[in-house]
């Protein structure tokens, strides 16, 4: 089915259960907008980060999914009513360890994620990501990767598998009990599953920029944004050609894997480089200049999921708008098309106009609970 417009979706209800300091919390969005008040670690980060699981089932704050579970409890649940043309949608994930996560859409049990992902969709932004540019490399794999999961279905299974052949040769070098041809066994399996991500990944990456440099030039004019994926080479090759470059390098490091005991290189190494007229902005670009980058992301990360899902996403703006001057501010604001729904935090009203508190709902938040 080939579609012209994009279905307009909303969120309309979230229920948490035991899900980080919500033992119970249960809301309705009724506009457009929401905005979500409350003093600091009251708990609205928590509630954009429930939401931005259920598209992702993943989180840029977690290591494992029980840290999502409330303090002392066994299982957490997140459940939402997602509305799309006229159809309701009920999603729901019971977290549940040591046992696998529990998927269900409708009510049925779905048990690849693939069938669950992309049922609902939202762009997170949050003043964090201003600083995406300056952090560590795996702030930026971990944000492109959840911005690739909502798009091509089948890069959740990739990754794990790639993880998961990974770890285990990792833990047979850290014990120094490998010989040769089980390193040669990992590196063949290694390899493949190590270029299956490396390509999703610079085939993303070459989409965003292309989207995001529009977005960038309207703010930042006369400055051109690239960005290029670090990896083992600078070019977009097929599978099978990256992954036997891969298995190349890996012959010819694996003595100094094994004196080093470590994973030397593959997709948990590689990196993202943003360039302005070709200066490389991780390290010369200003504040400012970096801030303009991530905004273009974060539009462009929008616009890819409606060019692909043919859906609106949300959009998640945590403690952002506050931390934008003026102009970034209604930059983003005047980029948005109104049938975008969008929740919002922040600690006090103080960073919005009139016009726009006028049109949405605020909910205040404090220690994991709705009050008034
Ligand atoms: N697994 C958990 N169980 C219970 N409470 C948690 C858990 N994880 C985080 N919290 C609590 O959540 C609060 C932080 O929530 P957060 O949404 O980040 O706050 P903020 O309102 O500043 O965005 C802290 O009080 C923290 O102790
Ligand atoms: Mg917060």
């Not at 609902?120 to 999961?149: C, H, T, Y």
Request: a positive charge.
């Amino acid at each position: 089915m080939f579609l012209l417009y994009n279905i307009i979706m909303k969120l309309r209800k979230l229920v948490l259960k035991n899900y980080r300091n919500y033992e119970d919390f249960e809301y309705d969005f009724s506009k457009n907008k929401t905005l979500i008040i409350g003093k600091n670690a009251q708990g609205k980060t928590n509630i954009l980060e429930a939401i931005h699981y259920l598209c992702t089932l993943d989180s840029n704050r977690i290591k494992k999914d029980s840290e999502l579970i409330m303090f002392n409890k066994e299982f957490a649940n997140i459940k939402a009513n997602v509305e799309k043309i006229d159809t309701d949608l009920e999603l729901e994930v019971l977290l549940n360890p040591p046992k696998n996560k529990i998927l269900k859409v409708n009510g049925i049990k779905k048990t690849k994620s693939r069938d669950f992902l992309r049922v609902l969709s939202s762009v997170n932004f949050s003043s964090s990501d201003l600083l995406l540019l300056r952090g560590e490399p795996q702030n930026r794999r971990k944000w492109l990767d959840m911005a690739i999961f909502q798009v091509y279905p089948l890069y959740d299974e990739k990754l794990s598998k790639f993880n998961k052949i990974r770890l285990q040769k990792a833990n047979y070098l850290s014990q120094g009990i490998i010989n040769n041809d089980m390193l040669d066994v990992f590196n063949q399996q290694l390899s493949i599953a190590s270029a299956n991500v490396v390509y999703l990944r610079m085939k993303y990456l070459m989409e965003l920029e292309r989207v995001a440099k529009m977005k960038h030039s309207a703010m930042a004019q006369n400055e051109e944004l690239k960005i290029k994926y670090q990896t083992i080479t600078d070019e977009f090759l097929p599978v099978k050609e990256l992954s036997e470059l891969i298995y190349q390098k890996l012959i010819e490091i694996k003595d100094d894997e094994m004196r080093r005991q470590q994973c030397l290189i593959g997709a948990h190494r590689d990196d993202i480089d943003f360039y302005i007229n070709d200066i490389d902005s991780k390290k010369f670009a200003s504040q400012g200049q970096q801030r303009t980058i991530v905004l273009a992301l974060k539009l462009a990360e929008l616009q890819i999921i409606k060019d692909k899902i043919k859906q609106t996403p949300l959009l998640l703006l945590d403690d952002v708008l506050a931390e934008l001057d003026n102009l970034r501010q209604n930059y983003l604001l005047n980029a948005i098309e109104d049938d975008i729904q969008m929740v919002i935090t922040s600690v006090d009203t103080l960073a919005f106009e009139e016009k726009f508190l006028k049109n949405v709902d605020i909910i205040k938040i404090s220690q994991g609970k709705i009050v008034e």
